[in-house]
C-alpha cells in the first residue's frame, strides 16, 4: 500500500525556519507523479500549499502566500519529497499533510489520493 510519512514539524519563532519531509512507500515517482503539501489551520478547512511534479523537478507550484518564503523538493531516488518554510508567521500554523497522485499537480488544490498523517507546526510570535 501507499504511505506518505511527515516528519519536520515543530515549534518555531516568527521569522525562523523549518523543513518537513515526507518519504513515500509504495509509490513509483515517474513522469506523472505529484507529490504536494496541504495545512489545516485550527478551525480553519484544509488548504493547499504547495506541489511538485516530481518526474518534472523544476515544476513547481505556490500558494501566493507562501511564495517567496516556501521551496517544495524532492529527491526521486530516495522517494522522499520536502517542504523549506523560512521567514515564518503564527498564520503558518497548522497542521501540515503531504500527499501524492498521478496528476502532474493538475488542480491538485482539488484533491490527491493519497495522505500522510500530518505534523503540527507551530509558530509563535
Known amino acids: 500500500e501507499v504511505q506518505l510519512v511527515e516528519s519536520g514539524g515543530g515549534l518555531v519563532q516568527a521569522g525562523g525556519s523549518l523543513t518537513l519531509s515526507c518519504a513515500v512507500s509504495?509509490?513509483?515517482?515517474?513522469?506523472?507523479?505529484?507529490i504536494a503539501w496541504f495545512r489545516q489551520a485550527p478551525g480553519k478547512g484544509r488548504e493547499a500549499v504547495s506541489c511538485?511534479?516530481?518526474?518534472?523537478?523544476?515544476?513547481?507550484y505556490y500558494r501566493d502566500s507562501v511564495k517567496g518564503r516556501f521551496i517544495i523538493s524532492s529527491d526521486n531516488a530516495k522517494n522522499t519529497a520536502y517542504l523549506q518554510m523560512s521567514n515564518l508567521r503564527p498564520e503558518d500554523t497548522a497542521v501540515y499533510y503531504c500527499?501524492?497522485?498521478?496528476?502532474?499537480?493538475?488542480?491538485?488544490?482539488?484533491?490527491?489520493?493519497?495522505w500522510g498523517k500530518g505534523t503540527l507546526v507551530t509558530v509563535s510570535s
Open positions: 500527499a501524492a497522485d498521478e496528476n502532474r499537480c493538475r488542480d491538485y488544490g482539488r484533491g490527491m489520493d493519497y
Open positions: 509504495g509509490f513509483t515517482f515517474d513522469d506523472d507523479s505529484a
Open positions: 511538485i511534479a516530481v518526474g518534472e523537478i523544476d515544476a513547481t
